[in-house]
């Protein structure tokens, strides 16, 4: 399979609990992006990379939220002290410079009890 | 701020009509649209894109561009079964070289009845 690899595709866990996902672009794609989808939205924009650089990250939506991709790579997400409203489809998305067509994951659906 | 409205739907068309789903946008500097189709329990999966004004037509697919109105729609011929899904419409800053990514609609959710 060489389209973008996103785990776990759900993960259940406990108000308060850190939690983190894994994202594997599509080998060539050099720029990676995180967004977000809750139920009757469309996906809201959180972070880039290109490469192993962080090149936006003012849309994370607090300081609970981090992401990395140590060897421009893959990439994970981690969301500490989980709330009940960080329940939502985390999508994952590559593309290659130069190129604006983004090729999406299966997303992780997280839910916070 | 970037907005991308789209009507949530449900819009009903039966099968073999064609479905036209329509999409305004706020930037005037958006230069590049897209159109993702979603099913249910899914990720976006990109349809088609258009970057000039007019039509650009793929297979049963058929996008329109209209930058002085700030409007972007899709027509769906034959619709099929098949094709009942939301279709999220996405725009692009070209200021932003790719860090904002795209910024999409709520989508508008299709149905086609048999």
């Known amino acids: 399979d060489t389209g973008v690899s996103q785990n776990p595709r759900h993960k259940i866990t406990k108000r308060g609990q850190n939690v983190t996902f894994r994202c594997d672009p599509i080998?060539?794609?050099?720029?990676l992006y995180w967004y977000r989808q809750t139920l009757g939205q469309g996906p809201e924009f959180l972070t880039y990379?290109?490469?192993?650089?962080?090149?936006?990250k003012s849309r994370l939506l607090s300081d609970r939220f981090s992401a990395e991709r140590p060897k421009g790579s893959f990439s994970t997400l981690e969301i500490q002290r989980t709330e009940q409203g960080d329940s939502a489809m985390y999508l994952c998305?590559?593309?290659?410079?130069?190129?604006?067509?983004?090729?999406f994951g299966s997303g992780t659906q997280l839910s916070v009890l | 701020q970037k907005e991308v409205e789209q009507n949530s739907g449900p819009l009903s068309v039966p099968e073999g009509a064609i479905a036209s789903l329509n999409c305004t946008y706020s930037?005037?500097?958006?230069?590049?649209f897209f159109w993702y189709r979603q099913y249910s329990g899914k990720s976006p999966e990109l349809i088609m894109s258009?970057?000039?004004?007019g039509d650009k037509e793929d297979g049963r697919f058929t996008a329109q561009l209209n930058k002085a109105s700030q409007y972007v729609s899709l027509l769906i011929r034959d619709s099929q079964p098949s094709d009942s899904a939301t279709y999220l419409c996405?725009?692009?800053?070209?200021?932003?070289?790719?860090?904002?990514?795209?910024?999409f609609g709520k989508g508008t959710h299709l149905i086609i009845q048999p």
């Open positions: 998305a590559s593309s290659l410079i130069g190129s604006e067509k983004l090729f």
């Open positions: 080998s060539e794609h050099n720029r």
């Open positions: 990379f290109q490469n192993e650089a962080q090149l936006e």
């Open positions: 930037d005037r500097v958006s230069q590049s």
């Open positions: 258009i970057y000039s004004n």
């Open positions: 996405a725009v692009i800053d070209p200021r932003g070289g790719g860090a904002d990514g795209l910024t």
